[in-house]
Structure formats: structure tokens, C-alpha cells
């Protein structure tokens, strides 16, 4: 019996990876991922000590094994020896890697989050004895702004905001149809917006809303060259009463549902296990009960940021060169506009008692968008 995942070097893959080491089992991990497997060992080892958690049961460390692969490459890149060894006892496959962006160019994205999960895949069928537990997103939803997704949902008629949302909706629909076709167990995990409040050391994972505060940085570093008299950078560290006000085209009215990584991952690794004899696909929301009003993040952006106060406005006019910066991440800011809530049923079955996450609220965002540390 052993355990086999990708993407444990990311933001969540590294929790997930000091979940399964967590429970008392003496089932081998096998952490297959880019570079050599001793920067990989190393990666994950630093990851696993910083990381919040009960203390690991003795030599949990010595259940992980590290296999240099890439999801992109047609057979994972591996030697037909190394793939049998990844294969070999082999009880379930977490496929957790995935490359995650807003903005560029959609060809890598594709390259990651599709064509790899087909190369997952493939090695899948090489272990028919493996529950595959598959990494998707709550934002297959794609444009669909208000209703209530129930955790079957999966389609495309309302569109995608970005090309990211697609490639995870074709991922996930090609992996729904390996389960139909194979009738292999197969569940689907649908994270929100996962977010951590403790900051993150340098060469770790960061959070997915750190591109939020670059955008912002980026905002005030134009702003304090260009806008003479409104520098937010002098105002932020001077503490002065200067007041910048920045209109953002954004729905105030509207809401995100974000959740804690940590509390994401140990409810994803409960239910895989609950789920573990279930001969069926079952698709699972890793979403927060409320969502965060978008009112409320602003309010932690403009504490995080003094001097700062946001002006929702329904058309940008005659911007300045910071307002202009940050109406380029209309993708981004969009996800604020949202009204819809996620059903979690079947999540709720599967974790038993694990108790709701802790509320989202303002002071926890604005300790989340504190810098990273040194």
C-alpha cells in the first residue's frame, strides 16, 4: 500500500503532504515533482517543519519517497523503472498539481493543468487498485455570478473569465469521464480561494493573494513616482493624514468565498479517507460556509494600506497612472463581483465532525496580506 502525488511543492500540496503524514499510518508517500529528488526532499522537509499542525508521529518524515517527474511530459518523464516503482502497491493518487494564472499567455496553462492531468492519468490506469483523488476548483463555475452550484455542477454554458478556470474545467471533465468509463473510484475536490494569515517565508509556496498585494505594490510604486502631492508609499510610512483615493470599476456589493489552506487540506485528506471504499465518482466543494464580502476585503486593503480609501465607480475615466495599473487586473478584481454560494453536502458527509472553519473576517485578511517574511 503506498500513496503517490503531485504538486506537493505547491501552496496547498505541501499542506496535503503534512496531512497524510500526520495520521498514524506507515504507508510510503512518494512526492513526484520537478528538479532533482534531493531539492525535492529539501523543498518539502522545510515546508512540513514551518508548517502549523500536531506534532508528527515519530519518523513520519522517513514514510516519504521523491521521484523527479513532470506532469507535461508524455509518460511523466520517468524511465519505464521509475514508473514501475511509483506503481508498484500503489492504493491512491493524489493529483494536486497545477499551474495557476490569471493573466499571460494560455498555452502553459494548458500544457499543466490538461495535458497533464492526461498524463496523471495514464499512470493511473497502470495502478487499478488506486483511488484517484483529483485537485480541481470551485471556479469551474466560470462566469456564472449568482445561483446556488451544487457540487455536481460542471458546465461551460456561462463561459470562463480566464483561461486558467477553463483548462481546470477540461481537466476535470476529462477526468469525470476516465471514472464513467473506468468505474474507478475517483473523487473530485473543488477548492475555493485558499488563504493562510501566518506569513510566509522566503523560497516556501505563496499564496494565491499575494498577485493581489504585487498588484497593489505596484499601484503604489507608480503612484509615488507620477502622482505628486498623493505618494502612498509617504503616506503609508510616514503615517500622515494624506488621503489617495483610487476608483476601481469593482462591485463592492459583491463576495468571495475564501478558505484556510490549512483547514482545506485537513478537510480534503479526511474525506478521501472516508470516501476511500466508495466505488463511485463523488465530487466534493472545499469551500467556506459564508462567503467574505467584498466590502470587507476592501476595508482589510485600505487598513493595510493607510491613507488608502477605494472608490467603486461603474466606468473609469481619465484614470491615473496607479488607477490605470490596477484596471489592467479587471480578471482578477471580477472575482469580487460574484453573488453565487457553493453547496457542500457531500463534503459535510464525508468529513464527519470536523468542525467549520473560523470566519473569514477583516482582520484576518489584513493579516494575510501582510508581505512574506525575509
Known sequence: MSILITGATGFLGCRLVRELLSRDSDEPVTVLGRGSEESLRARIEAAVA???????????LTRLRYVSGDITRPGLGLSAGARARATDGLTRIWH????VSLEGDPVPLYRSNVLGT????????????????????????????????????LSEDDGFQVAYEETKYTAEAMVRAWARGTRRPVVVMRPSLLVTDRSVPAGLPGQPLAGLLRVVEAGARRTGL????????RARVQGRGDMLRLRVTVDLGGSLNVLQADYAARAMVRAAEALRGTPSLRTLHVTHPQN?????????????YPGVTLVPVPELTDPTPAEAL???????LGYIAQRRTYDRTQLLCAVGDLADPAPVDEDYLLRALEPSSP
Not at 480541481?136 to 455542477?153: C, I, K, P
Not at 464580502?293 to 485600505?302: G, I, K, Q, V
Not at 490596477?326 to 482578477?332: E, M, S, T
Open 50 to 60: 514551518w508548517l502549523d499542525g500536531p506534532p508528527l508521529p515519530p519518523q513520519a
Open 292 to 304: 467574505t464580502p467584498a466590502a470587507t476585503a476592501a476595508r482589510a486593503l485600505e487598513r493595510r
Open 326 to 332: 490596477i484596471a489592467q487586473q479587471a480578471r482578477l
Open 226 to 233: 507620477r502622482d505628486t502631492g498623493q505618494a502612498l508609499l
Open 96 to 99: 494536486s498539481a497545477a499551474l
Open 118 to 153: 492526461r498524463h496523471l492519468l495514464d499512470l493511473a490506469d497502470e495502478a487499478p487498485d488506486a483511488q484517484l483523488v483529483h485537485v480541481s476548483t470551485a471556479y469551474v463555475a466560470g462566469r456564472r455570478l449568482t445561483g446556488h452550484v451544487q457540487e455536481d455542477d
